[in-house]
């Protein structure tokens, strides 16, 4: 459905739902409601740290040792997975600045590559990579909080699933009734999180201050069997990006962030290299307390480190990852469900996605859609697979949305730009990106083509869906009255966005000076 058609549909539906009856009263629905910009400086923080920091850290940082070798290269590179992070997201601040859209990496491949290039990145999130995400996060917050109950066996298959699916129902209905309360949940569960990771690491500053730092004494912290190959250092680095995952979802929800153009840019500059520093000394806990050996065997690292030194506290650990996983859950929800809301805005998806409440300004319709898309892989049962193709779509779209910052400063290069960072940060990205995804395809070819294969059904979809504008009339009607019923029951309408977010890109420019003048560079 095109741009042109989608603002038929809207129009024909607003004409026959601007009343909702009840209890024999005519209450009126205005036209269109605002956005509310209820994400401040302290929650944008919330929302990246609390979409970062997941259950990685705290169960299996062993992948990056295990194919490193050893415990000195484990740790450089996870300060380099950081820096990574760090360039990523400063070239995201700028796009996030100078294109002041919500949906993230969509909005911005969109806006530069064009229609068709954005949809396949909105198809292969919406289909695979956000539900896939929210599944697995909710299956490991169920099986932590039953381990208790089943100690000495794994949790039922079925009480998983439904402990899972009731987490999210939860945390759905709370997005639902207010974007104040759901972006609480997520300071509370940032900062547990936080604060979790801060017991692992002063309880391993104690054991270095202690002498326990055998394993951190550059001899032997360098000292490997056998030099890992470039390849290894590359899944090294691979499985360090994947736990640094999340820095850009802020992005997603930028029109409902208090002064965007400032706090975006500075929640990221606070966030990355917050959790790089917890990350990092995370990880100089676990190897002061355990042995390489003890740390590749355990399935959950932080679990194991509970243990052996903190006695009958030793259940904080399996609490804090589930407290962990609960405001990830939350957090996905409430940026994937934003990118709903920008592919519909955009003529990519059914327009009622795009759709706010009447009263609590939620997208209710784009949440549900979540909701029902992640309890379907839960259901299917299958995520270990899916997680990889995922992993792989997700790092794809990274490289593509930088590189169009690269395309959009050669394409308007008069467009003003409050933040311009240096050309060497996204060269050098795309650089160490380019690296890593040949290595992906050279060691991993099935992974990374089932994952092409998915992004590329989305091409027919598109031509079919939004490309075709000369759709039979009863189309027309059918979505127009699908429509009207979605509205009726959630009580939503259009929303009304801000004139900045209105204007086109040619009106972006600083007319100051009819040049780039920037208020900022890095």
Known sequence: MDGQNCNNICSWTYQHTTKFKKKKKTKEIPDRVTLKKEIGLLSACSIIIGNIIGSGIFISPKGVLEHTGSVGLALVVWVLG??????GSMCYAELGVTIPKSGGDYSYV????GGLTGFLLLWSAVLIMYPTTLAVIALTFSSYVLQPVFQNCAPPFMATRLLSATCLLLLTWVNCYSVRMATRIQDVFTVGKLMALGLIIVVGLVQIFNGNCEALIPQVAFSMDSTPSVGQVALAFLQASFAFSGWNFLNYVTEEVVEPRRNLPRAIYISIPLVTFVYTLTNIAYFSSMSPEELLSSNAVAVTFGEKLLGVFA??????????????INGYLFTSSRLCFSGAREGHLPSLLSMIHYNKCTPIPALLVCCAATIIILCIGETHNLINYVSFINYLSYGVTIAGLLFYRWKKPNLYRPIKVNLLVPVSYLMFWALLLGFSLYSEPVVCGVGLVIILTGVPVYYLGVHWKE?????????ARATSVGQRLCFVVFPQMDPIEIASPSEWTDRSSGKNSLSGSL
Not at 110 to 113: C, G, K, L, N
């Open 82 to 87: 950081g820096c990574v992070a760090a360039l």
């Open 110 to 113: 969109t806006e530069i590559f």
């Open 315 to 328: 259940i904080i650990m399996p609490i804090s990852v589930a407290f962990s996983t609960f405001g990830g």
């Open 471 to 479: 759709k039979p009339e009863c189309i027309f009607n059918f979505i």
